[in-house]
């Protein structure tokens, strides 16, 4: 079965760096677009970036762009979000998510690693 | 990134229909055919329910239902039961867009 696995969460200071990554396995990870999307507490969802299946194209929330980069490594099955110039609004649930190919959906969830930012 | 609009809350009794709407822009919502819903309990991860404003992931009880009429695309619930008290989010994209949007959340409560 589909398995996202996140890590690399915790608290980190104002204008700090933090790197989240996701393991996937159950399914071909090099054939699928993948996604973060993150969620603030007590608030809805928010997408935050997408990659394609091989890297070549990425794209980013105007929230987060020029501060946050997403990338993967097929040979090890795993997407990442490396977070710069970290907010107190970026304090979040990341959630990593598979795209669900041609349907512009989100078909499976990781369970989320929690984000907080604060001094 | 023009945002979807939901109504905060909606609720039914067990056994009831329970539609929530929501509603974007002729650009998007209405020129395309790529609205999708997830169902989230607290504390946990969401799920997809609909995708391609009709369809169901396998899976998914055929109670749940989706429509789209003009901008505004719909998710109905059938024969409500109490394990459908969750929050509903809408989300869009569509070819040539660089961006996915999703609508602030829909709470249903079932009475």
């Known amino acids: 079965q589909v398995q996202l696995v996140g890590s690399g969460g915790g608290v980190v200071q104002p204008g700090g760096s933090l790197r989240l990554s996701c393991a996937a396995s159950?399914?071909?990870?090099?054939?699928?677009?993948m996604h973060w999307v993150r969620q603030a507490p007590g608030k809805g969802l928010e997408w935050v970036s997408f990659?394609?299946?091989?890297?070549?194209?990425?794209s980013h929330a105007d929230s987060v762009r020029g501060r946050f980069t997403i990338s993967r490594d097929n040979s090890k099955d795993t997407v990442f979000l490396q977070m710069n110039s970290l907010r107190a609004a970026d304090t979040a649930v990341y959630y990593c998510?598979?795209?669900?190919?041609?349907?512009?959906?989100?078909?499976?969830w990781g369970q989320g690693t929690l984000v907080t930012v604060s001094s | 990134q023009s945002a979807l609009t939901q109504p905060p809350s909606a609720s039914g009794s067990p056994g009831q229909s329970v539609t929530i709407s929501c509603t974007g822009t002729?650009?998007?919502?209405?020129?395309?055919?790529?609205v999708s819903w997830y169902q989230q309990y607290p504390g946990k991860a969401p799920k997809l329910m609909i995708y391609?404003?009709?369809k169901r992931p396998s899976g998914v009880p055929d109670r749940f239902s989706g429509s789209k009429s003009g901008n505004t695309a719909s998710l109905t619930v059938s024969g409500l039961q109490a394990e459908d008290e969750a929050d509903y989010y809408c989300?869009?994209?569509?070819?040539?867009?660089?961006?996915?949007?999703f609508g602030g959340g829909t709470r249903l409560t079932v009475l």
């Open positions: 159950g399914f071909t990870f090099s054939s699928y677009g």
């Open positions: 998510v598979r795209d669900r190919h041609g349907n512009y959906a989100f078909d499976y």
């Open positions: 989300s869009r994209s569509y070819p040539g867009s660089n961006n996915w949007v």
């Open positions: 002729s650009s998007d919502v209405g020129g395309y055919n790529y």
């Open positions: 990659i394609l299946y091989d890297g070549s194209y990425k």
């Open positions: 391609e404003v009709t």
